[in-house]
């Protein structure tokens, strides 16, 4: 029997869309996709606020007990990597970074209509299975 992966969906936003939704994400202007959002109780979470939190979050309790501190520092210090971020948006499902394969499909489905249509750029689903996620560089771990 095969594990039950958990499962996160990410949005890229237009320049514009990501702007506002960092300031507010249920800003009108971005309708309908905060319509979608509360349906599923899932919220947006920038990535790169989310890179700079654990950043943060490392530095006041110690980061040798952060594993993926150096890699993840390294991203919030580079111009070019801090641009790809902003526009990068991690979906929360009722406060949870991962969620079931139902709750993801069923969000998934709502949100795909808007793919390419001046607010969500492209949608990606990513799963809890080691081998699908990348690992540090040897020289950042």
């Not at 890179?51 to 919030?76: I, M």
């Not at 009722?94 to 949100?111: C, H, I, P, Q």
């Given at each position: 029997?095969?594990?039950?992966?958990?499962?996160?969906?990410?949005?890229?936003?237009?320049?514009?869309?990501a702007?506002?939704?960092?300031?507010?994400p249920?800003?009108?202007k971005?309708?309908?996709?905060p319509?979608?959002?509360a349906?599923?109780?899932?919220?947006?979470?920038?990535?790169?606020?989310?890179?700079?939190?654990?950043?943060?979050?490392?530095?006041?309790?110690?980061?040798?007990?952060?594993?993926?501190?150096?890699?993840?520092?390294?991203?919030?210090?580079?111009?070019?990597?801090?641009?790809?971020?902003?526009?990068?948006?991690t979906l929360?499902?009722?406060?949870?970074?991962?969620?079931?394969?139902?709750?993801?499909?069923?969000?998934?489905?709502?949100?795909?209509?808007?793919?390419?249509?001046?607010?969500?750029?492209?949608l990606?689903?990513h799963?809890t299975?080691p081998?699908?996620?990348?690992?540090?560089?040897?020289?950042?771990?």
């Amino acid at each position: 029997m095969s594990p039950d992966w958990q499962y996160q969906l990410r949005v890229n936003l237009s320049e514009a869309a990501a702007a506002l939704a960092r300031q507010n994400p249920f800003d009108e202007k971005l309708a309908p996709l905060p319509q979608i959002l509360a349906r599923h109780g899932a919220t947006l979470k920038n990535q790169y606020a989310a890179f700079a939190d654990y950043c943060a979050e490392a530095e006041r309790n110690g980061v040798e007990a952060y594993p993926l501190y150096r890699w993840t520092k390294s991203v919030v210090e580079d111009p070019a990597k801090q641009a790809k971020y902003a526009l990068v948006f991690t979906l929360y499902v009722d406060g949870e970074e991962v969620y079931a394969k139902g709750r993801a499909d069923a969000l998934e489905a709502d949100l795909q209509p808007l793919v390419g249509g001046g607010t969500i750029t492209t949608l990606a689903r990513h799963d809890t299975n080691p081998a699908n996620n990348p690992q540090p560089p040897a020289g950042l771990r």
